[in-house]
């Protein structure tokens, strides 16, 4: 029995206490060692989804960053979560009577201008929103690896499209990036499975928790099931790793937004492959914790 599964196996039989389990690495990028992915960049100690908060992810030695992306008014990809503009920059102030702020209501032009660093602290003034094609040129600069987000893709039709011919025009969908350097996920299940039938090597991941017997239908276009931590079990996880996802491979889990010291052991403890979290430094040194 995999490791993985033969310790969530454990718990859920028999209940067997953290302490029992041997504790995963942080920072590795696969088997058997947990990856620690840092959730819209190193977004506890900079301003999310800017470049300043995947440098201080590179600054801190994190190989893995999260990020979002969305479309602009005239059909640019950027890096954002929100699908509005009002909460991480000062939109408001630049333009006070294009309320509700959406992304798809701006120019990419229009959005350049925007100040996307002040809100979070007065050292990143200026920090700017990024196009896709920025973020992808500083994270391969970085040396660091992707899990991209399509975000609110109901919006945008067509954007997994233009995502992946983006990546391509980027070098991303390489055989060396699809093997472990890129994971492209949503909420919207359709949205995955586009991705998954658009470029079948693409590693894929569903955010959510489907039903355990749902799961197998999911693995049908998902390499992993990206769940939110607080709705996984030991049980779930080994339901996942039972199953194999379309490149044959047993699917993986990656557990979101887990910022505690105490949730990133539990979650070790769980089997998960991977952490995603807002303060990776605190992930790591809680899991590799004796
Ligand atoms: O990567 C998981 C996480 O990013 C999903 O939630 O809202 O932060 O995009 P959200
Ligand atoms: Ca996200």
Known sequence: MHARVAAATAIAFFGLGLAMLPTPHAGATGGDRLVVVAHR????????N??????????????????????????????????????????????????????????AAEIARLDAGS??????????VPTLREYMERVSH????????????????????????L?????????????????????????????????PGIRTAYLGTPR???????????DQINAEYTRLSPGYVCAVHALKG???????VFAWTVNGAKEAQRMGGFGVD????NVPDVVRTAVTAR
Do not use: C
């Open 50 to 107: 800017t470049m300043a908060a995947v440098d201080r992810a590179a600054a801190m030695g994190f190989g893995w960053v999260e990020n979002d992306v969305q479309r602009t008014k005239d059909g640019r990809l950027v890096v954002i979560h929100d699908a509005t503009l009002d909460r991480t920059t000062d939109v408001e102030r630049l333009f006070p009577h294009r309320a509700p702020w959406r992304v798809k209501d701006f120019t």
């Open 212 to 222: 355990v017997t749902e799961l197998r239908a999911y693995a049908r276009f998902a």
């Open 41 to 48: 960049g190193a977004s506890g100690s900079a301003p999310e």
């Open 167 to 199: 990546l391509d025009e980027e070098g991303w969908l390489d055989s060396g990036h699809l093997r472990n350097r890129l994971i492209v996920q949503s909420f919207s299940a359709a949205s995955v499975r586009m991705v998954h039938e658009l470029r």
């Open 246 to 252: 379309p490149h044959d491979k047993p699917m993986r």
């Open 274 to 277: 991977g952490v995603i979290t």
């Open 142 to 165: 970085n040396h660091q690896n992707l899990v991209l987000e399509i975000k609110n893709p109901e919006l945008y039709p067509g954007i997994e499209r233009q995502t992946l011919a």
């Open 119 to 128: 809100w979070y602290g007065r050292r990143y003034a200026g920090a700017r």
